[in-house]
T-cell receptor, first 106, second 115 residues
């Protein structure tokens, strides 16, 4: 089942680069969540959005409801940004993407 | 502790054993979700509670899986007669309100290994 597709699956970037992770979904949603998961660690919610754009520090998330697409941008990437980024959509039952594994090299 | 707490953190079970995984959500959170995450995959929905009511259990992979939240707070996910394919991280998440318009708070998960 492919309710949520993320790209790329893996991403390696040099410190300081601008990073974009994409999420496309096929189900109707109330909101979309971007989550961050560190190796061996729990999942942290970064953003919850249902329209437009949100910004938190170096992170920016956008969503286009008509196109069923969202992007997560990281400006001035840093090695501590290395993690798996997961897109989740839905109502009471969430659908998750398989995640984008980001590695930022110093 | 203000976050979602799961126990045990790690569980090793022999094939055929029963296991019980516990989730303590954030106090007052109405919604509680259980997810199964295989290595290298995103979380897969198992079941959803609104207070004590189990509103959706469509993701439970077999009748060996059972979840309850009898008083609308702590939840237990029970797996009977464990199989090797049950090995995964089991994640619990809670949110203050119903629906997806409420931030999700995740526990650190229980890593189950069935040998």
């Amino acid at each position: 089942k492919n309710e949520v597709e993320q790209s790329p699956q893996n991403l390696t970037a040099q410190e300081g680069e601008f990073i974009t992770i994409n999420c496309s979904y096929s189900v109707g949603i109330s909101a979309l969540h971007w989550l961050q998961q560190h190796p061996g660690g729990g999942i942290v919610s970064l953003f919850m959005l249902s329209s437009g754009k949100k910004k938190h520090g170096r992170l920016i998330a956008t969503i286009n409801i008509q196109e069923k697409h969202s992007s997560l941008h990281i400006t001035a990437s840093h090695p501590r940004d290395s993690a798996v980024y997961i897109c989740a959509v839905g109502g009471n039952q969430f659908y998750f993407g398989t995640g984008t594994s980001l590695t930022v090299i110093p | 502790g203000a976050g979602v707490s799961q126990s045990p953190r790690y569980k090793v079970a022999k094939r055929g054993q029963d296991v019980a995984l516990r989730c303590d959500p954030i106090s007052g959170h109405v919604s509680l979700f259980w997810y199964q995450q295989a290595l290298g995959q995103g979380p897969e929905f198992l079941t959803y509670f609104q207070n004590e009511a189990q509103l959706d259990k469509s993701g439970l992979p077999s009748d060996r899986f059972f979840a309850e939240r009898p008083e609308g707070s702590v939840s237990t996910l029970k797996i009977q007669r464990t199989q090797q394919e049950d090995s995964a991280v089991y994640l619990c998440a809670s949110s203050l309100r119903t629906g997806s318009n409420s931030p999700l708070h995740f526990g650190n998960g229980t890593r189950l290994t069935v040998t």
